[in-house]
């Protein structure tokens, strides 16, 4: 099932208050960035982010699922309604997250 676009746009409310977060849609969900670097995503109307230590840290009752089959294991977020939380979570893992590789170029 793919994620709805009203989904999307209520996390992106819930984080309006932190500087550049943006969104990519790929194959009909979204990933989410912080300030440039990949925190998550949005699949099947659920946020799930990367399972880095920070992450697991902040929500240490989280539960893993995949987003899609064949995907690793990422943490699925429940608080999407505690803004303080959500933001909290996003500035927490950001030190940790890798950066974007660029795309090769030809």
Known sequence: ??????FLQYVLEQL???????YRAMMKEYIIYYRGKIVGGIYDDRLLVKPIKSA???MPTATYELPYAGAK?????????DKAFLMGLFEAM???LPEV???KKK
């Open 1 to 6: 099932m793919p994620s709805s676009k009203s």
């Open 16 to 22: 309006s208050a932190l500087e550049d977060i943006t």
């Open 56 to 58: 697991v840290k902040y």
């Open 73 to 81: 294991a990422m943490l699925l977020v429940n608080e999407i309604d």
């Open 94 to 96: 950001y030190e940790e």
């Open 101 to 103: 590789k660029g795309k």
